[in-house]
Every structure is written in C-alpha cells, then in structure tokens.
C-alpha cells in the first residue's frame, strides 16, 4: 500500500522496522528512557481517540505549545490520525506572539508542556475563544487544564472498548489536504500560516530517503526545534520513516555532553552548531601554541584539499593520501570522538553554511550536507548528498522539483513539497505562489552548468548603497563570522556610501586574548571599549577586506557589549537576524560610523 500521509509514515515504521528505542529522552534522574515502536503506537492510537472524545473532528486545529520531547512527537502524530491540523508553536514565544497566532489559526485545543507554557496560555486564554480545551504534558496547578496522562487514560480506555481493525488506527486522509501550519518565523514582517499538506510532507521525506543511507543508519539527535520544519521534516519523519532511533537532547546547552551519550549517526543542524564547533576547534588550536597550533592548521589545510578533490573527483596524489593518515591520527579522529565518535552524516539547513566550514569537516571525515529550501517548500528543494555535492552550493533540486532563476536574479521552484498556500491570506499567496504552481522563494541566486544551486542573498536582504551598487550582505557576514574572535555580525550600508558592521565578539575568546595581553577589563563592555582590543578587531577587518572587491569591503566596525537575542527581538526563533528590529535598536552606532560620507570606493 502506497504512503500517501504522515500518518502512513508512521504506521509502516512501527509494523515494517519496530525498535525498542523508536524514541528516547531523559528522565527525572537523567537516564535515557526508550519508547519502543509498539509503545509509541499503543499512545498515539490512545492520543486520537481521546481527541476525538474531546470534540476534535477532521480539519480542526490543535496548537502544540512545547519543547523537544518524546510527548511533543506522539502528540503531533496523534492529531494528525485524528484527521485535525497540527499548529506547532515555538515555546520561546512571549504569550502576545504566541496569541497572535492562536488567535489567527483559531484551535480547538492546545497542548503545552511546562508550568511556564500553562501560565503563558492563562494570561491570553480570555482573548481566544476558540480553544476549548488545554492539555499539559507536565503537571500544574493552574485550573481548567486536563492532564497528558489522563487523556491517555480516557483514550485507551475507548480503545480497549473498540479496538480499532488492523491497518484503522487512522481517521481516513486525503493526501491533498492541510496536516499542518507552520507560521514563519517572521524575518521581514507580521508571521504567516504556511499550510502544508500530507503530499507536501510525504514527498519531501521520499525524495530525501533516495539520497541518503538513513535507512542503514542507527540513531540520530533531535534538538533544532520540533517547530522548526527542518527538524519536523527531517529530524522527526523521516527518521521515523527509515527505522531510525531519535533521541531528544534534554536542552540545547546538553547537546555537547549528549552527543557523547547518544553516539549518534545522523545529526541535523543549522550552521551556527557547525561554526561553534569549528570555532572552538581553532581556539584550543590556537591556545595549545606551537606545534599543536602549525599542526593543527596544517592538519586544515590537508582536509580542504582533500575534500575539494574528493568533490570534484580529482586524483588524491600518494603524498596527500599519506598527509591526510597523519592528520587522521593527529586531529581528525580527536575532533570525531567529541562528536561520539560514530557520525555519518550531518545535514545543514535554513542559513548558509561556509564552504571553508563545510570543507575542513568533510575532509575530517565528518560528511556534512548542505541543503536549501523554505516553511513554504516543506523545507527542501535542493540539497547536496554523500555521492554528489559542490561546496559552496545547496546542491541539485530533489526529486520532481524544478528551478528556474527570474530575470531579477530570484529563485523560483516548483514541485510537490510547495505549501497549498498562507492560512487565510489569499492575497499574500497570490504573491509569491502563481497559478501555474512556481514558488518566488525571495532568495537571489544561480544555477551552474551541472544543475547546482548557489544562494547569493534574501532578495529583501540586498544592500543598495547610495551609488547604486547592490551587495549581498550574507557572503560577508559568513567570512567575517568563521573568524574565532566573533560571535555574531550584521553588515549595514544601504544607502549609505560604504559598508560596515555591527559585531558581537565571541567574549570567551576575546576574554582569553585580553587575560594573555594584561589588559584590564573585567565586563563585556569594558572589553569592547579598550582599544587594544578595538585594534584587534580592525585588524582582522583589515585581513577579511583583503578577500573582498573594494565595494563589498567593510570600511568601519562597531563592537556590540552584548549578542543579539531572541528575547530582545532580534533575532528569531530559528535564529535568524532580524535586520530591521537590529537597525532600528543600534541606530544611533549605526549614524556614528557614518558621520561624513565618503566616496565610494569603486572594484
């Protein structure tokens, strides 16, 4: 029988490849707890009958307010084998954000997990009218709010009472209808209801199934957020699908301690996890002096050439062969082993990725896959594989996808994993979804003679400065951003004469240079504000200026005493910048480098 929904998904995982640890997650004593496929099934089937004895019918909403945990997966799987639309929500919404959505989506219920999430709920409760019932994971003692146990209880007790026929644990779905929405994270604007249906979902875990040895693999980590449609995706279906194990990590600060733990084989990330581990990677280098140091950057020189070779299917000379042995025993398995010592694959999604990153990891041995696609596209239209990749590509389109570039440089895709469109904005879907199905991504890139997509920049994102010239603010940022000392970097100039930057150093770091170099500054602020450390960083501006055209070079820098956050609104919950909220709080650091414009430098 053909998988044509999500539900289908699941139902041929715990029938074709049941395990034991189907999931996994701490307990209250910090041990790892399996769910096996049999148990996950005997819940969600308990799930869909107590929603259904709630009132839940086909087609209705049902909001999932919570961190990653084993609860958080059984339940988005339970309502959709109800036949009701799952509305993720990002727990670290404040409860006006997390009303604005409820309110726009209308859900019959909510599930939440912590006592903060109940209490968020409480405060906005009053303003949604929609929302009849209130489930919490864990207990609280606020009021009119149903135990995540006692639904299972009332709904196995249905279950005992009517047990459903082999191959019925689902209410029956059109593969063509919502299963899910998703609201953007909101980078330019108010967020979106992005409906996605069971085809959309279901092709893109398909078309992902065919590239990579999931199937052969054992387990993964799961810690981008469930919310995340990356980690819902792929993190969460398609490890389901595939037989794969997953385990939750307990927190994002436990992911370094878990990994050691877990010994996963697959692990799904955005770039900043990549570029936090290859940062401390040249950190320890650095610190540990010579010849830890020359070795070590010898070692990354090695792992670049081989990689690109690899890549490009060049022949691997004997004595780079032999270099790269060296370097294994040396560094590489040193690196592998804090990642437990067993990955295969890691899979980078929803931001660039440098190609120096990428390119010292593969030739590590730790193969990552960049990959490129939207909420709307459920997420993937591109992505490199294990066999085929070009770095500082995103890869070929998947599967039944199509790419074509506008005359204005935008990528446009077509394909079976497009969002049906905007929950209750048919005017902002007619905007970037036509009626032929191509998808306006509102990203600017190429595609090369072999099929391979480059993303140059967010179309809105461009910088136009006051002589006409429009730069991609991104490609900067993603130089400036491998160098150890910084943390975070927002590069400004539209409409001004020149670039420049807002950078948050990496205060670890900058602390140590500063402890090494005697200079007396204890607080964030006090570092920022010495000039030795102002030189500092106008020397590694005047080094990264050395790889960029005259235009595109940042002619000034202001340090930042503090990083962006999402809680300040700059950044959001998938941890993009948000440009405009950022401009808007530094503007006056922003005037400050800019106090008489100066011609442009011309390339």
Same mark, same amino acid.
């Given at each position: 029988?053909?998988?044509?929904?999500?539900?289908?998904?699941?139902?041929?995982?715990?029938?074709?490849?049941?395990?034991?640890?189907?999931?996994?997650?701490?307990?209250?004593?910090?041990?790892?707890?399996?769910?096996?496929?049999?148990?996950?099934?005997?819940?969600?089937?308990? @799930?869909?009958? *107590?929603?259904?004895?709630?009132?839940?019918?086909? %087609?209705?909403?049902?909001?999932? @307010?919570?961190?990653?945990?084993?609860?958080?997966?059984?339940?988005?799987?339970?309502?959709?084998?109800? *036949?009701?639309?799952?509305?993720?929500?990002?727990?670290?919404?404040?409860?006006?954000?997390?009303?604005?959505?409820?309110?726009?989506?209308?859900?019959? $219920?909510?599930?939440?997990?912590?006592?903060?999430?109940?209490?968020?709920? &409480?405060?906005?409760?009053?303003?949604?009218?929609?929302?009849?019932?209130?489930?919490?994971?864990?207990?609280?003692?606020?009021?009119?709010? =149903?135990?995540?146990?006692?639904?299972?209880?009332?709904?196995?007790?249905?279950?005992?009472?009517?047990?459903?026929?082999?191959?019925?644990?689902?209410?029956?779905?059109?593969?063509?209808?919502?299963?899910?929405?998703?609201?953007?994270?909101?980078?330019?604007?108010?967020?979106?209801?992005?409906?996605?249906?069971?085809?959309?979902?279901?092709?893109?875990?398909?078309?992902?199934?065919?590239?990579?040895?999931?199937?052969?693999?054992?387990?993964?980590?799961?810690? =981008?957020?469930?919310?995340?449609? =990356?980690?819902?995706?792929? %993190?969460?279906?398609?490890?389901?699908?595939?037989?794969? *194990?997953?385990?939750?990590?307990?927190?994002?600060?436990?992911?370094?301690?878990?990994?050691?733990?877990?010994?996963?084989?697959?692990?799904?990330?955005?770039?900043? @996890?990549?570029?936090?581990?290859?940062?401390?990677?040249?950190?320890?280098?650095?610190?540990? %002096?010579?010849? !830890?140091?020359?070795?070590?950057?010898?070692?990354?020189?090695?792992?670049?050439?081989?990689?690109?070779?690899?890549?490009?299917?060049?022949? #691997?000379?004997?004595?780079?062969?032999?270099? &790269?042995?060296? $370097?294994?025993? #040396?560094?590489?398995?040193?690196?592998?082993?804090? =990642?437990?010592?067993?990955?295969?694959?890691?899979?980078?999604?929803?931001?660039?990725?440098?190609?120096?990153?990428?390119? /010292?990891?593969?030739?590590?041995?730790?193969?990552?896959?960049?990959?490129?696609?939207?909420?709307?596209?459920?997420?993937? @239209?591109?992505?490199?594989?294990?066999?085929?990749?070009?770095?500082?590509?995103?890869?070929?389109?998947?599967?039944?996808?199509?790419?074509?570039?506008?005359?204005?440089?935008?990528?446009?895709?077509?394909?079976?994993?497009?969002?049906?469109?905007?929950?209750? !904005?048919?005017?902002?879907?007619?905007?970037?979804?036509?009626?032929?199905?191509?998808?306006?991504?509102?990203?600017?890139?190429?595609?090369?003679?072999? *099929?391979?997509?480059?993303?140059?920049?967010?179309?809105?994102?461009?910088?136009?400065?006051?002589?006409? !010239?429009?730069?991609?603010?991104?490609?900067?940022?993603?130089?400036?951003?491998?160098?150890?000392?910084?943390?975070?970097?927002?590069?400004?100039?539209?409409?001004?004469?020149?670039?420049?930057?807002?950078?948050?150093?990496? /205060?670890?770091?900058?602390? %140590?240079?500063?402890?090494?170099?005697?200079?007396?500054?204890?607080?964030?602020?006090?570092?920022?504000?010495?000039?030795?450390?102002?030189?500092?960083?106008?020397?590694?501006?005047?080094?990264?200026?050395?790889?960029?055209?005259?235009?595109?070079?940042?002619?000034?820098?202001?340090?930042?005493?503090?990083?962006?956050?999402?809680?300040?609104?700059?950044?959001?919950?998938?941890? !993009?910048?948000?440009?405009?909220?950022?401009?808007?709080?530094?503007?006056?650091?922003?005037?400050?480098?800019?106090?008489?414009?100066?011609?442009?430098?011309?390339?």
């Amino acid at each position: 029988m053909p998988v044509q929904t999500v539900p289908d998904l699941f139902l041929t995982a715990v029938h074709d490849k049941p395990r034991a640890d189907c999931f996994s997650s701490r307990d209250a004593q910090g041990r790892w707890q399996p769910v096996s496929s049999a148990e996950a099934l005997r819940r969600v089937r308990a @799930l869909r009958r *107590g929603l259904e004895s709630l009132g839940v019918k086909p %087609g209705d909403r049902v909001a999932l @307010l919570a961190e990653n945990r084993v609860e958080w997966a059984l339940t988005d799987l339970g309502i959709q084998c109800a *036949g009701a639309i799952s509305v993720p929500i990002y727990p670290t919404l404040l409860p006006d954000a997390i009303a604005q959505i409820l309110a726009d989506c209308g859900p019959v $219920a909510v599930f939440l997990s912590t006592g903060d999430q109940a209490a968020k709920i &409480h405060q906005i409760r009053g303003s949604l009218p929609s929302v009849r019932d209130v489930i919490a994971f864990d207990r609280t003692e606020l009021p009119d709010i =149903l135990s995540f146990g006692r639904l299972l209880e009332i709904g196995q007790n249905l279950v005992d009472q009517d047990p459903p026929a082999p191959r019925d644990d689902c209410a029956a779905a059109d593969p063509e209808a919502p299963c899910s929405i998703i609201y953007t994270s909101g980078t330019t604007g108010t967020p979106k209801g992005v409906v996605l249906s069971h085809r959309n979902f279901v092709s893109n875990v398909l078309a992902i199934q065919d590239q990579f040895p999931f199937a052969r693999l054992d387990r993964c980590l799961s810690f =981008l957020p469930l919310s995340h449609v =990356l980690e819902r995706m792929a %993190g969460l279906y398609t490890m389901v699908y595939a037989g794969v *194990g997953i385990a939750y990590a307990e927190r994002m600060d436990t992911v370094p301690r878990d990994i050691l733990e877990v010994k996963p084989e697959i692990l799904i990330s955005v770039p900043r @996890l990549y570029e936090k581990i290859y940062a401390k990677a040249v950190g320890t280098a650095m610190g540990a %002096g010579w010849p !830890k140091r020359d070795i070590f950057f010898w070692s990354r020189r090695v792992a670049m050439d081989w990689a690109r070779r690899k890549a490009d299917g060049t022949p #691997l000379p004997t004595g780079l062969r032999l270099q &790269h042995g060296l $370097a294994d025993r #040396l560094v590489y398995r040193k690196l592998r082993a804090r =990642l437990g010592g067993k990955i295969e694959v890691m899979v980078s999604g929803g931001a660039p990725l440098s190609p120096k990153i990428n390119l /010292f990891f593969n030739g590590a041995g730790l193969d990552i896959c960049e990959g490129y696609g939207l909420t709307e596209t459920s997420p993937v @239209l591109t992505c490199n594989t294990p066999a085929v990749k070009r770095y500082g590509s995103v890869g070929r389109p998947v599967v039944d996808t199509e790419i074509r570039i506008a005359p204005d440089g935008e990528i446009l895709a077509r394909g079976p994993q497009v969002m049906i469109g905007y929950w209750n !904005k048919p005017e902002a879907t007619a905007e970037v979804l036509a009626p032929d199905g191509w998808f306006a991504t509102g990203d600017i890139g190429k595609v090369d003679e072999d *099929g391979f997509v480059f993303i140059t920049d967010r179309k809105k994102d461009v910088i136009v400065t006051a002589g006409g !010239k429009n730069i991609a603010p991104q490609p900067i940022e993603n130089r400036f951003q491998t160098n150890k000392y910084v943390s975070q970097v927002v590069v400004v100039g539209d409409s001004r004469q020149y670039l420049s930057a807002l950078v948050v150093p990496d /205060f670890a770091t900058v602390g %140590g240079y500063a402890a090494a170099q005697g200079l007396n500054a204890a607080t964030p602020a006090e570092l920022v504000a010495h000039p030795a450390v102002q030189e500092l960083f106008q020397q590694q501006l005047d080094e990264l200026n050395t790889e960029l055209p005259g235009f595109s070079q940042i002619k000034k820098c202001s340090l930042l005493e503090q990083e962006f956050t999402q809680e300040a609104g700059e950044l959001t919950p998938t941890m !993009k910048v948000k440009r405009f909220a950022i401009a808007r709080k530094y503007r006056d650091v922003i005037a400050a480098m800019y106090p008489v414009e100066a011609p442009e430098d011309e390339d």
